[in-house]
């Protein structure tokens, strides 16, 4: 699933040729009774967490979640898109540009006020965050779940993907597999606040960086640890699946 930089950067892309713009076509292919309309006018472009929220006058959201498989493209009216059409599942036009959402599992539209991401834990790519209450969240959930799973959970604390999971903890030399149990609260609020610094570091930028040399152990297997020298590993992880890498030696 996409970090929360990733769909902070999007949105900054998509801000400036979409806000206070009036919409001149629209095909949304999104469940239930809500509906955008030509002439709407784009009242915010903003991401909340991992979900791309735009916001019509009218007081209505299409709201994205990219997941794996999606991605938002910008263009200018008449420009070549690069991705098939059949795979558009949101496209919005306004008289320079079309933004196109492609792939994307989860489309919706629904009213700006309803609860649908009252879920979502405070967002680490915001400034200010309130460290106090991600780890109130953190202390009532499972405490058998490993760190690295806890790490994802956008309840607890929205932006963490898989990459940020593993440079996380990484550069605070916490195993991926220690339950939380074992995670003391120190740890825990140094965590969350490395997460937060990398995501706010890489606003704004797509060649994400963690470390002076890119990525500390994301991708890495086999090559060597920047801080140690011992071979980084790696290993289908969690109830998902998803990959985890770690230096079994610093990370111990």
Not at 57 to 69: D, N, P, V, Y
Not at 114 to 134: E, M, Q, S, T
Not at 152 to 180: H, M
Request: proline residues 5%; aromatic residues 6%; contains cysteine.
């Amino acid at each position: 699933m996409p970090e929360g930089d990733t769909l902070f950067n999007t949105a900054l892309t998509l801000r400036p040729a979409l806000l206070g713009e009036s919409l001149t076509a629209i095909n949304v292919r999104a469940r239930g009774i809500y509906r955008l309309r030509v002439g709407d006018t784009v009242r915010s472009v903003e991401a909340v967490g991992k979900f791309l929220e735009i916001v019509v006058e009218r007081g209505l959201a299409l709201r994205t979640h990219l997941h794996m498989t999606g991605v938002w493209h910008l263009y200018e009216q008449g420009e070549r898109w690069r991705r098939p059409r059949h795979l558009a599942r949101a496209v919005l036009e306004t008289e320079s540009h079309v933004a196109v959402c492609f792939a994307a599992p989860t489309v919706e539209i629904g009213p700006e006020a309803d609860d649908r991401l009252a879920h979502l834990g405070p967002d680490l790519c915001l400034p200010d965050v309130d460290f106090d209450a991600v780890l109130k969240r953190v202390a009532s959930s499972d405490q058998t779940v490993q760190i690295a799973e806890v790490l994802l959970d956008q309840r607890l604390a929205a932006g963490i993907g898989n990459v940020y999971k593993n440079e996380v903890l990484w550069a605070c030399e916490t195993s991926p597999f220690r339950p939380l149990a074992d995670v003391d609260e120190p740890t825990r609020r140094h965590l969350y606040e490395t997460a937060a610094a990398q995501l706010q570091a890489n606003l704004g930028r797509w060649k994400r960086q963690t470390h002076p040399k890119g990525l500390a152990v994301y991708n890495r297997a086999g090559q060597g640890c920047h801080r140690c020298l011992h071979q980084i590993r790696t290993v289908e992880h969690g109830v998902i699946g998803r990959r985890t890498w770690w230096c079994p030696t610093c990370q111990s």
